[in-house]
């Protein structure tokens, strides 16, 4: 199984911002994408960005887009999550992920141990 890490989540203010890290050891990030699904207590996993290795691009869901930059250190085999004007909706579990179809198709098949975002005043 693929490893991945996260890190970065804690508790932010509405409108508050935090940034999310994720490093993947064993990939070739030139080769795979890599990116973000979140899940909220009794809900299932929402895309939410994704890094493209082969096109150097990030692409977003609809929940975080505007609101979000993904961005990859390919040297530290590292993508980073820079969310903005946070809101309590936002609050969930947010998971590292592999996208079995790259960046083209909301699926993931490897995911991390997950980092918590919490959102509230």
């Known amino acids: 199984q693929v490893q991945l890490v996260e890190s970065g989540g804690g508790v932010a203010q509405p409108g508050g911002s935090l940034q999310l890290t994720c490093t993947a050891p064993?990939?070739?990030?030139?080769?795979?994408?890599l990116g973000w699904f979140r899940q909220a207590p009794g809900k299932g996993r929402e895309g939410v960005a994704c890094?493209?290795?082969?096109?150097?691009?990030?692409f977003y869901g609809n929940s975080l887009k505007g609101r979000a930059t993904i961005s990859r250190e390919k040297g530290k085999n590292t993508v980073h999550l820079s969310m903005r004007n946070l809101q309590p909706e936002d609050t969930a579990t947010y998971y590292c992920?592999?996208?079995?179809?790259?960046?083209?198709?909301?699926?993931?098949?490897?995911w991390g141990q997950g980092t918590h975002v919490a959102v509230s005043a």
């Open positions: 890094f493209s290795g082969p096109d150097r691009r990030g």
């Open positions: 992920t592999t996208f079995a179809y790259g960046c083209y198709e909301w699926v993931y098949d490897y």
């Open positions: 064993e990939l070739d990030l030139d080769a795979y994408s």
